[in-house]
């Protein structure tokens, strides 16, 4: 595994990748933090992580809305089923985890949505925090709500980053 860390308007990101694609973005604090393995290599030229951090980058400018970058999550088919559609949510728009249920077939399955939305390993580029609640409310993200209402607002254009204490008062 080939990891990068990054530093965003949000905080420092771990970039992860094997060789068949993204694994990972995780914020270095948040619920999910996977940690960095013993055998990972840091390797912030790899081609990979450079196209990631470069394109990561370029969305926290306000200069990107979609994503070009082989990803290989891992997880159970039904984890990688929700995050295959998470990646169809327009950027700025939002879905509740009710509409992502149906959208994957299963209107009964709205709890376990929103637990594979959790676990979601691929932050941003996978945009889990496109799923709000059904009333219209902020509800759960792995790196902490003021975050998740700082990309829903960047995507909005309501905000741009020069700090994460700058976008975070404004929640």
């Not at 979609?66 to 891992?74: E, G």
């Amino acid at each position: 595994m080939h990891y990068q860390l990054l530093d965003s308007p949000l905080g420092p990101l771990l970039i992860y990748a094997a060789d068949h694609g993204l694994r990972g973005i995780h914020f270095v604090d948040e619920k999910y933090y996977p940690g960095i393995g013993n055998d990972w290599i840091e390797d912030g030229s790899h081609s990979l992580l450079f196209a990631a951090a470069t394109q990561l980058r370029e969305y926290f400018a306000g200069q990107r809305t979609t994503f070009d970058l082989p990803l290989d999550p891992q997880g159970t088919a039904f984890q990688r089923n929700v995050w295959q559609a998470l990646q169809q949510i327009p950027y700025g728009e939002t879905l509740s985890y009710g509409q992502l249920a149906r959208r994957i077939g299963d209107i009964k399955a709205v709890r376990a949505v929103g637990a594979a939305n959790g676990r979601n390993p691929i932050s941003i580029v996978v945009p889990c925090h496109r799923v709000i609640g059904a009333d219209g409310g902020l509800t759960g993200y792995a790196g902490g709500l003021p975050r998740k209402q700082a990309l829903l607002r960047l995507e909005n254009r309501q905000a741009s980053f020069t700090g994460f204490e700058e976008a975070a008062s404004t929640t």
